[in-house]
């Protein structure tokens, strides 16, 4: 699904080139990006581009639990579910 180059904040200290990341991933049929866990560069994008790939690749389906309203009293709702 994707592949991830870790400590983009150390360019100096590369060790494999992005265009080598990039080739590597597109024939492997993966997703690349460049993140840095300490500035944060890209972290969120990466986890936002592989949400939306597991939910193309897993559709939800309606099964599982279902969840009841009910009322009590005071007027206060609760909520239940069940499988």
Do not use: W
Request: a positive charge.
């Amino acid at each position: 699904m994707a592949l991830v180059a870790n400590k983009a904040d150390l360019e100096t200290k590369r060790q494999v080139d992005n265009e080598e990341g990039e080739l590597y991933a597109q024939e492997n049929g993966l997703f690349f990006i460049e993140t840095s866990a300490k500035t944060a560069q890209n972290v969120n994008e990466l986890f936002y581009e592989i949400a939306k790939r597991l939910v193309k690749a897993r559709p939800a389906r309606p099964a599982g639990m279902t969840l009841h309203d009910e009322t009590r009293s005071r007027g206060r709702r609760l909520f239940c579910c069940s499988t």
